[in-house]
């Protein structure tokens, strides 16, 4: 597992210092690591609001579509490089007839970062992978980040593993690709290049509108499933003469009986197996010898009611021996005491038995039979779930339910071998539209927001975003979201400023510092359904921000000559939240500004209103057309000089708007993950 990026890229996220370390013994030499002491925000003008760094326009109609990645490099978290690192969009339209001309399959830049310097970012290069040919799904690195795998498919919607070897260049763009061929050695080929491995299943070509790649970077093999029900296994990849393995069962058609469509697969280091999961509803567990288990129905939306089934692969925790997945609608009914059924998440063991449904939390209400819901993407699991070790497994589980409905966030209590009730958190759109995956990231050195030039502030966000209706100004056509979901620790000391998630999904703000008790979990109980109200946990003063779960999304700013009533909130001129605590009269000042306390707990006078401070915004909107693909996040531990807002997210519209300056179509987005709350 150690040879892995992605274990080291997980550990990494966890730590709230990042030490200086010899990766050399521990990870793989081709993976190159400079890991440093964490240092502040260099940038914290562009802390409070949510703001897009740039958006480049890929095309009319471009995305990487709902549930797929871009790919970022490199792996390393704690740096950022201007020349170096670069992130990779498929652009997910077709493959202009000219190699070098017209639209460009895939498309990568560098020089991404806000203190770089020239044009930020630079397109690192663009090919076309195929006349008449479309990427629409994740992408993955190589270890060292010179060559990448997808899923393909050809004018006729016949589908291939691709591998690629790029070429920097200065002159490509994404109307104006570079040129890139086929090669029959493609070990040994002339840079740019690439190799096709056509998905064939009993002598004919599939498709593949559900799967990309799965890489296991230990043993230079990867997975993919395709639309007839197979799991295809390729090996070597990146290290060798690449081919499929076409022995020992493989490719495997997991449900020969009733085939249907594949999503991601999972390769899972502890016990050899691939989880895979099926449009049908169900869950699959494939061993080296192609032998296959299956589980209970886990998702009935597809063969009942000709709705999404399972559309991403499942989440799997390798160290503790559980697999999870994200089903659209089950077969219990009486949702909201109705005859609709349930959104849910399953826990299973990876050891699960046929059929075999381990236990499910619900998370909102599908519909009736007959009707269809919307998908219901991957969610993402706290620091706390991450950093536990078997057998504890324990922690949080946050997924955008409710896929009959308007879309709901949901936080999902986990436990060992047991998945416990889930509690319903914001709705986050007005509209019955698809809702994204979730994305959770532990910052270790975010700052403070009550104190700008002090020392790190741990937080933790999750972010999600919906297709329309997004409850925020601007964001009728979709919106992304991101909401603080830090954890409360015990006997820890907290500053004035810093923020929590309460056990009831409220956000609590420290309004007087000290050391919390050592009690596990303080119980806010009732006092934060009224803002303004506090909670004292040892020497700490917990203040309510909002009556509201996660913090209001969206408040007006100050205005003058307004009405204003005890409980109001608005957002002021620093990204912090005023409550009117006491009023009496209903005219304050009247000039155009005020100037309000910066400090959670002190009070501002005006006129006959008082108000007071309740802390930064623990909740952020960026408009995005469509709602947004899966959400990648890399450098948190932000770089000096010209690094400087190397902290960010990455992301395409799910449909067109304007990019910036760059045109109007669909975008390939970066936004500052430090400006993110």
Not at 526 to 553: F, I, R
């Amino acid at each position: 597992m150690q040879q892995d990026p992605r274990y080291w890229q997980q550990i990494r996220r966890q730590s709230p210092i990042v030490p200086e370390v010899d990766t050399r013994r521990v990870l793989n030499t081709e993976l190159r690591v400079r890991p440093h002491l964490p240092s502040p925000i260099k940038n914290p003008s562009k802390i409070p609001g949510l703001d897009r760094d740039w958006a480049m326009d890929l095309g009319s109609g471009a995305s990487i579509g709902a549930g797929n990645y871009p790919a970022k490099y490199s792996f390393d978290t704690s740096t950022a490089d201007c020349t170096t690192d670069f992130v990779v969009y498929p652009t997910g339209l077709a493959g202009a007839p000219g190699p070098t001309t017209g639209q460009a399959t895939l498309v990568a830049y560098n020089n991404l970062y806000s203190g770089c310097g020239g044009i930020v970012p630079s397109v690192y290069w663009a090919y076309n992978t195929g006349t008449g040919s479309t990427i629409q799904s994740s992408p993955v690195f190589s270890v060292d980040g010179t060559q990448l795998a997808f899923v393909q498919a050809d004018a006729s919607l016949n589908a291939s593993l691709v591998l690629l070897k790029w070429v920097a260049s200065g002159s490509e763009s994404v109307t104006s690709p570079g040129a890139i061929s086929p090669s029959g050695r493609y070990s040994t080929c002339f840079k740019p290049c690439l190799a096709e491995f056509s998905l064939t299943d009993a002598g004919a070509p599939s498709s593949d509108t559900n799967s990309s790649v799965f890489y296991d970077y230990s043993s230079d093999t990867a997975y993919v499933g395709d639309d007839t029900g197979y799991l295809h296994q390729f090996n070597p990849v990146f290290k060798g003469t690449p081919a499929e393995v076409t022995t020992g069962g493989w490719p495997v058609q997991v449900n020969p009986t009733n085939p249907t469509p594949l999503a991601s697969p999972v390769f899972d280091s502890g016990t050899g197996n691939v989880f895979v999961t099926d449009q049908g509803g169900f869950l699959y567990s494939v061993t080296s010898a192609g032998v296959v288990t299956t589980s209970g129905e886990l998702d009935y939306s597809f063969v009942n009611d000709g709705g999404p089934g399972i559309v991403e692969g499942p989440v799997v925790n390798s160290t503790a021996g559980f697999v999870y997945v994200f089903a659209a609608s089950d077969n219990a009914t009486g949702c909201s005491g109705g005859t609709a059924h349930f959104s849910g998440v399953y826990e299973l063991s990876t050891t699960f038995i046929a059929l075999d449904t381990g236990s499910e939390a619900t998370v909102g209400c599908s519909t009736p039979t007959g009707s269809t819901p919307n998908p219901l993407y991957v969610g993402a699991f706290d620091s706390t779930y991450v950093s536990s070790t078997a057998p504890s497994a324990t922690g949080k589980i946050y997924v955008c339910g409710n896929t009959g409905g308007p879309p709901i966030l949901y936080q999902v209590a986990a436990a060992f071998n047991l998945l416990g009730s889930s509690a319903a958190g914001p709705t986050i759109a007005t509209t019955t539209t698809p809702c994204s995956p979730v994305t959770d990231i532990l910052n270790p050195n975010a700052l403070n927001p009550a104190n700008l030039t002090g020392p790190p502030d741990p937080t933790e966000w999750i972010y999600a975003s919906v297709g329309t209706g997004g409850l925020t100004t601007g964001c009728g056509t979709g919106c992304i979201f991101n909401f603080v979901d830090t954890q409360r620790q015990p006997a820890t000391s907290y500053a004035v400023g810093q923020e929590i998630l309460d056990n009831n999904l409220h956000i609590e703000v420290v309004e007087t510092p000290g050391v919390s008790s050592s009690q596990p979990t303080p119980l806010f109980g009732p006092a934060c359904t009224t803002a303004g109200a506090t909670t004292t946990d040892g020497a700490v003063v917990w203040l309510c921000q909002s009556s509201t779960k996660y913090g209001p999304p969206v408040l007006s700013p100050w205005a003058p000559s307004h009405h204003y009533t005890t409980g109001a909130e608005i957002i002021d001129a620093n990204k912090n939240i005023e409550l009117v605590t006491s009023t009496t009269g209903v005219n304050p000042k009247s000039g155009t500004s005020i100037t309000f306390a910066t400090q959670p707990g002190v009070t501002t006078v005006d006129n006959q209103i008082t108000w007071t401070n309740v802390g930064a915004q623990a909740s952020a909107a960026l408009p995005a057309s469509g709602g947004a693909s899966g959400l990648i996040i890399d450098n948190f531990i932000v770089g000096t000089g010209a690094e400087a807002g190397a902290s960010q997210v990455y992301f395409t519209t799910l449909s067109d708007q304007v990019c910036g300056t760059s045109g109007t179509g669909g975008c390939a987005v970066q936004a500052s993950q430090s400006a993110l709350h």
